[in-house]
Each structure stands twice: as structure tokens, then as C-alpha cells.
């Protein structure tokens, strides 16, 4: 136990300068402080009922800051480091909202990719989180994103979840 610990450490912690990264601590991480708690456990339980159904994970994250990076080299990173999907199906989604860069990702496991496509994550950001982030409606644009990509994995659910790499 203490070496997992140690390991777990050593993953989450920086050298001075390097990237930090919020820890995990649920399927919600507000770190910006966009959401209110009811907020929060609205997606939250939207979240758990998804995952009871299809077992895909889907976590949503929002960050102060980026530190410089870009958000595709972020999302790589933290997603990385959570692991969020089961090992061997890679079928995760991280959401990821960076609101003073103006920023918006869903990371995609490699299982999922057949599914939640390059394309459909771009159609849902730019119509369902864009346009009320635009607006500063954090939490309508992240839950309209939220409700999509859900649709999308449920829509899909009879879909195997398999690691394509």
C-alpha cells in the first residue's frame, strides 16, 4: 500500500515550473469554480446513471489554467494520469473546460473512438457548449455537453468497447 502511494505521489506531484494537474476526486472536478454543489451533483449523478448503463466513464474537468500548454497536450496528460475507463476498453471521455484560455476539449478513450468522433465532439462543443460559454452560462453550456455526449454513448451502447489501438 505504501508503494502504491509513493507511485501515486510521484504522479501527481511537480517539479517547480512542470505542469500541475488537478487531482481526481470525482466525476466532477471544478477547479474553476464555475459550478455550484447542486450543479455539480446534477452531473454527477447523470454521470453514475451512464455508467451503470454502458460502464463508460465520463468526467468532467474544469481548470483555472492551462500553464501554457495546449489543451489537446493537457487533456493527453490528465487523461493519462486519471485513467478514466476500464482497463483494456479505454472507454473513458474527459470534458475539459478552460475557461480563461477560452477552451473547450472531449478527450476520447481509444474504445470509444468509433463513437464519440472526432467530429461529433466538435458539433458538441461548438452547438450545445459554445454558444452559453459565450453568454458565461458555465453550467448550461458544460450540461448541454454533458447531455450529448451521453445520447451519443447510450445511442451506441449495443457498440463492443474495445481498444482500437
Known amino acids: 500500500m505504501r508503494a502504491l502511494l509513493l507511485l501515486f505521489a510521484l504522479l501527481v506531484a511537480a517539479p517547480a515550473g512542470a505542469q500541475t ?3 481526481l476526486t470525482g466525476r466532477v ?5 464555475l459550478l455550484s454543489s447542486a450543479e455539480e451533483a446534477r452531473l454527477s449523478a447523470d454521470l453514475a446513471a451512464l455508467e451503470r448503463r454502458t460502464t463508460d466513464q465520463v468526467v468532467i474537468v474544469t481548470v483555472p489554467s492551462l500553464e501554457g500548454r495546449s489543451i489537446e497536450a493537457f487533456g493527453r496528460a490528465l487523461g493519462n494520469i486519471w485513467g478514466i475507463g476500464q482497463r483494456g476498453r479505454d472507454n473513458g471521455v474527459l470534458l475539459i473546460v478552460a475557461p480563461a484560455e477560452r477552451k473547450t476539449r472531449i478527450e476520447v478513450g481509444y474504445g470509444l473512438e468509433a463513437i464519440l468522433t472526432n467530429g461529433r465532439a466538435a458539433r458538441i462543443i461548438e ?13 448550461a453550456g458544460i450540461a448541454g455537453g454533458t447531455r450529448s455526449i451521453i445520447a451519443t454513448l447510450i445511442e451506441h451502447e449495443d457498440e463492443v468497447r474495445v481498444r482500437q489501438r
Not at 29 to 33: F, I, N
Not at 127 to 139: A, G, I, Q, T
Open 21 to 23: 494537474f488537478p487531482q
Open 29 to 33: 472536478v471544478d477547479r474553476a469554480g
Open 127 to 139: 452547438r450545445d457548449m459554445v454558444p452559453r460559454f459565450r453568454e458565461s452560462r458555465w453550467f
